[in-house]
């Protein structure tokens, strides 16, 4: 597979390692127990374009291929899985709708606030009864003159206490539903009828806060559809197209956390031989290392293929899934092992490795579970 990298992406792929070893390593445990991340870490994160990633460079953003994008989430989630959610939520899942299917005046006005972290946004489509099965969504617009009328819930939406825009999806026709009755919208924090709730109290990513959404007789007006109105009733694909991505992403950030616990874990591994001449007491962490180390190379060359495939051109639905699964269990496994080989320390409480354990898990939750990610790649194989 060529990777050809510019010496711009080499660049800015080790500023960005820099960034994490000497700026954002160092506060992780503060971030973790404050559950914030702090304003001038956020802005730092602006001067370095991190909120522009893929958006194009006509746009204000770095116009970075999925391949290099990837890389980069690699880099950055080699620490707490925090800061990786509050640049990925916006420049991911929560713009990628308006790249793809914007008008010219949504991608003129609204991109270029985002690429520069002036504007977060948001990504709103779960459910109380609509996670998984997203074409069950229960979030109604109905078109009232000039303005779209939002009525529902939606639960676990990542950034919601910092974004300012939010893609929001709704049932526009009861019918069709997902076969041409659903549409996106663009909600702007502040338009009448639409509140933030409370945040969730979550297992991990602690410097990451989801939230609750009430739209209530919400007024959105008729330009917001992403897309415009020849794209009323097209927001499901609009929606699925932005997950198949988002899956590489966060294939990208198990991958990366992976990384971190190996690199942990032989430095302690290290440090004990080091202190000690008992060398077959260690045989049993010495294998778990390894099998780390060979999951995550084969890990890492599924995203990068699945990654590449994307810049090609190809329809990367069954491989985005693939990767999700392979990237997000496999940092699971990773992580339960470090566990053994840290034996009584990794599981107090704000250990690294405690921490990264709690942040891996929910990758195999968000932007699709496990099950409906083997049911995408099933169904695919099936169909064809
Ligand atoms: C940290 C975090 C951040 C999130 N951020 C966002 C966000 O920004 N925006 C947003 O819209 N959502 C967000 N979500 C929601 C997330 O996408 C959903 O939690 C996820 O899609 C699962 O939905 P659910 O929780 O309703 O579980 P359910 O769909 O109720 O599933 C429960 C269990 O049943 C299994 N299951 C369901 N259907 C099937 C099936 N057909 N076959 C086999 N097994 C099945 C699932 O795999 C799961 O194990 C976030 C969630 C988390 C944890």
């Known amino acids: 597979m060529p990777h050809t990298l510019s010496d711009e992406f080499e660049r800015l792929r080790l500023q960005v390692r ?48 999925t391949l290099q994008e990837v890389m980069i989430y690699e880099e950055i989630t080699q620490t707490n899985g925090c800061y990786r959610s509050r640049i ?8 990628m709708g308006i790249v793809y299917d914007g008008t010219v005046a949504q991608k003129e006005f609204y991109l270029p606030r985002i690429a520069c972290g002036e504007w977060s946004s948001a990504f709103a489509l779960t459910e109380p009864n609509a996670g998984s099965d997203a074409s069950n969504i229960a979030t109604t617009a109905v078109l009232n003159g000039d303005h779209w009328v939002l009525n529902g819930n939606k639960i676990f939406i990542t950034n919601a206490d910092q974004a300012r825009l939010f893609t929001t999806i709704a049932v526009t026709d009861e019918e ?59 927001g499901f694909k609009t929606a699925m197209r932005v997950l198949d991505k988002g899956r590489l992403c966060m294939a990208a950030c198990a991958l990366g956390a992976a990384q971190k616990i190996m ?8 440090e004990k031989r080091q202190a000690s001449t008992a060398r077959k007491e260690s045989q049993a962490a010495e294998f778990m290392l390894a099998d780390m180390a060979t999951q995550i190379f084969a890990a890492r060359q599924m995203l990068y293929q699945a990654a590449q495939l994307r810049d090609d051109g190809k329809q990367i639905t069954s491989e985005a899934s693939m990767a999700k699964i392979f990237c997000t269990e496999m940092a699971s496994r990773v992580a339960d092992d470090a566990l053994q ?21 929910l990758y195999r939750i968000y932007e699709g579970t ?14 064809s």
């Open 18 to 65: 820099h960034f994490v070893q000497e700026e954002l390593e160092p506060i992780s445990l503060a971030v973790e127990t404050r559950e914030q991340i702090p304003e001038p870490i956020v802005d730092r994160m602006r001067q370095m374009g991190l909120f522009g990633m893929p958006i194009p460079k006509a746009y204000g953003g770095l116009g970075l291929t």
């Open 341 to 361: 080989i840290f034996e009584e320390e990794g599981l107090f409480t704000a250990h690294q490795i405690e921490i990264l354990l709690r942040d891996v898990r």
């Open 88 to 95: 990925g939520t916006s420049n991911g899942i929560g713009s």
């Open 263 to 270: 690199t942990l874990c032989t430095q302690r591994m290290r």
């Open 176 to 234: 069709k539903r997902a076969r041409g009755g659903v549409t996106a919208f663009i909600v702007e924090r502040g338009m009448p009828g639409f509140s933030v709730g409370a945040a969730d109290v979550k297992m991990g990513l602690k410097g990451s806060h989801t939230h609750e959404l009430i739209f209530k007789d919400c007024r959105v007006p008729a330009e917001n559809v992403i897309g415009g109105m020849p794209m009323v009733g097209q």
């Open 370 to 383: 496990s099950e409906i990610q083997r049911l995408i790649v099933s169904r695919g194989l099936l169909k």
